[in-house]
């Protein structure tokens, strides 16, 4: 690794929703799976998975992450309608998002993306998060994003 930091990082295959440490972490991250794990409207296995990170990071240990949000009411038409797990994943709202963290310390999180998710390529992605950014992300409100991110602190 460029950094050299390799011996450092482990990786593991952990069920979330029972993750067997406690205590033990400085950093735990994940990416897009809070959805899946909800799925069936299974909301209380949402929250377990935020109850074992917690239980999980030692004190003043960092959870970052990225989650896609329930989003317009026009993404969730087009989830639906175009992408095979969509009327199974269970995508959360902003409100959601602030229940699962309020046991931490302290979070900070942040909301982006209208059009970005419409890009069938990376070149169209990177256009249209662009606009996104320029002008969509000022004026749409959060609950109408797609993308929540951020870090909280135990």
Not at 29 to 54: M, T
Not at 122 to 150: F, H, T, V
């Amino acid at each position: 690794m460029k950094h050299h930091v390799s011996a450092f990082v482990k990786y593991q295959d952990i069920d979330a929703t029972n993750i067997p440490y406690t205590n033990h972490f400085d950093i735990i991250v994940f990416k897009s799976i809070i959805g899946g794990i909800g799925r069936g409207n299974n909301f209380e296995a949402q929250k377990k998975v935020f109850k074992e990170i917690y239980k999980a990071l030692k004190p003043g240990g960092k959870l970052l992450f990225a989650e896609n949000l329930l989003a317009s009411p026009f993404h969730q038409w087009l989830r639906k309608r175009f992408v095979n797990w969509g009327s199974s994943w269970r995508y959360l709202s902003i409100a959601e998002m602030n229940e699962l963290l309020m046991d931490f310390s302290k979070f900070n999180y942040f909301s982006t993306g209208v059009l970005g998710t419409f890009g069938r390529n990376e070149n169209q992605r990177s256009i249209l998060s662009y606009a996104d950014r320029l002008m969509l992300n000022r004026i749409c409100p959060d609950n109408w994003k797609y993308i929540c991110y951020g870090i909280a602190e135990k």
